[in-house]
């Protein structure tokens, strides 16, 4: 397991310049934004405005703070993405933008380069078991603490932290906050 505190991410403009991004793991490390396998991300969204595309990635949105936001992607229906949402998959290189619902938003952000990689993003409520698994797994602490214990040891998470899972990892017990992000990775067959 690879702890990751939120007060080390790597801040940096978005890609189209609208705003600002907190890079929570990118692989390959270090990776470009033109040439990375996957990304993990969360945004602040102050105004209404595109979105960065990215040619042949997949992108999951989850709100984490903040009213919402009606979204618009290439030419399907509007969808309004608050808290209480599922998170919204959809290709990251279809022309979409945002229109905030009551201010200020902060989202998390998954990609994965479509040619190679699936990622799926759920909501889990806790306490949870997480066996071990062939997929590359991130778990997200949306609010308050998550205490992460396998036998190599226990951690604890705050609000915005996040821990990697590798594939064979050991098997991970999490408890504490109401909830938790997961995202699994995998390559494609």
């Given at each position: 397991?690879?702890?990751?505190?939120?007060?080390?991410y790597?801040?940096?403009?978005w890609?189209?310049?609208?705003?600002?991004?907190?890079?929570?793991?990118?692989?390959?490390?270090?990776?470009?934004?033109?040439?990375?396998?996957?990304?993990?991300?969360?945004?602040?969204?102050?105004?209404?405005?595109?979105?960065?595309?990215?040619?042949?990635?997949?992108?999951?949105l989850?709100?984490?703070?903040?009213?919402?936001?009606?979204?618009?992607?290439?030419?399907?229906?509007?969808?309004?993405?608050?808290?209480?949402?599922?998170?919204?998959?959809?290709?990251?290189?279809?022309?979409?933008?945002?229109?905030?619902?009551?201010?200020?938003?902060?989202?998390?952000n998954?990609?994965?380069?479509?040619?190679?990689?699936?990622?799926?993003?759920?909501?889990?409520?806790?306490?949870?078991?997480?066996?071990?698994?062939?997929?590359t797994?991130?778990?997200?602490?949306?609010?308050?603490?998550?205490k992460?214990?396998s036998?190599?040891?226990?951690?604890?998470l705050?609000?915005?932290?996040?821990?990697?899972?590798?594939?064979?990892?050991?098997?991970?017990?999490?408890?504490?906050?109401?909830?938790?992000?997961?995202?699994?990775?995998?390559?494609?067959?």
């Amino acid at each position: 397991m690879q702890i990751l505190k939120s007060e080390n991410y790597r801040r940096m403009p978005w890609k189209n310049g609208g705003g600002e991004t907190a890079e929570i793991a990118i692989f390959p490390p270090d990776a470009a934004l033109n040439a990375f396998d996957w990304r993990i991300s969360m945004a602040t969204v102050d105004a209404d405005g595109p979105f960065s595309t990215f040619e042949d990635v997949d992108r999951t949105l989850t709100i984490l703070s903040g009213a919402g936001m009606i979204l618009t992607i290439g030419d399907q229906p509007e969808v309004t993405l608050t808290r209480g949402s599922a998170p919204l998959p959809f290709h990251a290189d279809v022309a979409a933008g945002a229109v905030l619902v009551d201010g200020p938003v902060i989202d998390l952000n998954v990609m994965t380069q479509r040619k190679r990689l699936s990622h799926t993003v759920h909501r889990l409520s806790l306490p949870l078991d997480l066996p071990p698994s062939r997929s590359t797994r991130a778990v997200f602490c949306p609010e308050g603490n998550l205490k992460l214990a396998s036998e190599d040891g226990a951690e604890t998470l705050q609000t915005w932290d996040c821990v990697l899972i590798d594939a064979g990892d050991p098997a991970v017990s999490l408890e504490g906050c109401p909830s938790v992000i997961l995202i699994e990775i995998d390559a494609r067959d």
